[in-house]
């Protein structure tokens, strides 16, 4: 199942790192990919079991240091 989060506060390569780091964490996310938007609104998307859920996903976006304004699965 495709994933496809707003992470906001993003604003270098080393916050992408931190992202990918928690995310990958994970039992079940794979393929983890960021389109930074510096001091704005960053996409994250992965692919996620349905086991994986919104809160471990939210909480490893703030485990990293960022927050989650919106999340999607298709």
Same mark, same amino acid.
């Given at each position: ?32 990919? /960021? ?12 692919? !996620?079991?349905?086991? /994986? ?6 909480? !490893?976006?703030?485990? !990293? ?10």
């Amino acid at each position: 199942m495709a994933v496809t989060l707003n992470v906001t506060g993003m604003t270098c390569h080393h916050c992408v790192s931190s992202v990918k780091e928690e995310l990958g964490e994970l039992d079940g996310v794979a393929n983890i990919s /960021v389109e930074l938007n510096t001091g704005g609104t960053s996409v994250v998307r992965f692919d !996620a079991e349905a086991t /994986v859920t919104d809160e471990q996903i939210r909480g !490893a976006i703030e485990e !990293a240091g960022y927050e989650t304004t919106e999340l999607s699965r298709a």
